[in-house]
């Protein structure tokens, strides 16, 4: 029976036993809707940013480039996608104008710093050059305002320490309900065929916790190694999952990336670490929605 409105029974508010509060909604970074004001860091980081795919969101980067200046900009590795040019290779104007961003801000004096990835290993050979201004490194330190040591690499070496494949990253929401249907569909073939059951669906189930597992590997093993490097902190990215928290005795910072999420790292005057969402509010949730999602955000890293 629904209580009358005016006369709310003093347990209304009171949660029934063994109920627990909902969390609530994910909300640790900070969104700012295109169109938000210019602003200006001490420093940024991004990554995983794919130029060269289809997957690059380079209208939302070049707007977040042009309304966020910097000190230092280092780009975490990634950036262009080597891979896809050696197949087919995808350009646009906005694209472009990413590059002529990153461009004006070296013109404009900030130190563009480039870590290369594992897509873009090719410019890896390029260590210890520049070009057009951008210095390219293997991995530095980037001492933060308020004296902390962050080690800067792309990550993708920690691929290797990890157990779990890679594809397992690729899988989200859609392909598990494809895979109950195909499922329906194989253990039809399989009778047909005297086969014993085999479930399709379970397997890619255990598939899909096995990639939420991967991502906190990934991050331990990251931890790990920046705390044998006896820095105070570790900036990444290659799982395109930004994330900001300690780890041990590490700050564990990965700045996300500009496929799915559309994230950046920033560091202000005073030192201060925040990551930054530069998309509608709407096209951000997706990726941070529920732990399904989380899986879909995954690109191959
Ligand atoms: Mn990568």
Redesign the pocket.
């Given at each position: 029976m629904a209580e009358t409105a005016w006369t709310p029974s003093p347990y209304a508010r009171s949660e029934p036993k063994g109920a627990r509060l909902k969390p609530p909604p994910r909300s640790r970074f900070t969104p700012h809707p295109v169109g938000h004001a210019p602003r200006r860091h001490r420093t940024i980081f991004l990554s995983?940013t794919h130029l060269g795919t289809r997957g690059c969101k380079a209208e939302l980067l070049a707007d977040f480039l042009s309304k966020n200046s910097c000190d230092t900009l280092y780009l975490v590795?990634?950036i262009v996608d080597g891979w896809q040019l050696k197949r087919r290779w995808y350009w646009n104007a906005a694209q472009t104008q990413v590059v002529a961003e990153v461009l004006r801000k070296v013109d404009e004096g900030t130190r563009v710093i480039y870590v290369p990835?594992?897509?873009d290993e090719f410019l890896r050979e390029y260590c210890g050059r520049s070009y057009a201004g951008v210095e390219v490194v293997r991995e530095t330190i980037h001492m933060t305002a308020d004296g902390r040591r962050l080690l800067v690499l792309?990550?993708?070496q920690f691929d290797g320490v990890i157990a779990y494949a890679r594809w397992l990253a690729h899988l989200g929401d859609w392909a598990y309900c494809t895979a109950l249907r195909l499922n329906d569909m194989l253990s039809f073939v399989r009778r047909s065929f005297g086969m014993p059951y085999w479930s399709l669906s379970a397997y890619l189930k255990k598939a899909v916790k096995n990639a939420v597992e991967y991502i906190s590997r990934y991050e331990t093993a990251v931890a790990r190694a920046a705390e044998e490097r006896q820095v105070d902190g570790v900036v990444c990215?290659?799982i395109h999952q930004a994330e900001m928290r300690r780890i041990g005795g590490v700050l564990y910072l990965n700045d996300g990336d500009w496929v799915e999420s559309c994230t950046a790292l920033v560091e202000d005057a005073r030192g201060n670490l925040e990551i930054l969402r530069w998309a509608t509010p709407t096209a951000a949730q997706p990726a941070l929605a529920g732990t399904a999602a989380r899986e879909a955000a995954l690109i191959p890293?």
């Open positions: 995983d590795g990634d990835g594992n897509h792309h990550g993708d990215g290659h890293a």
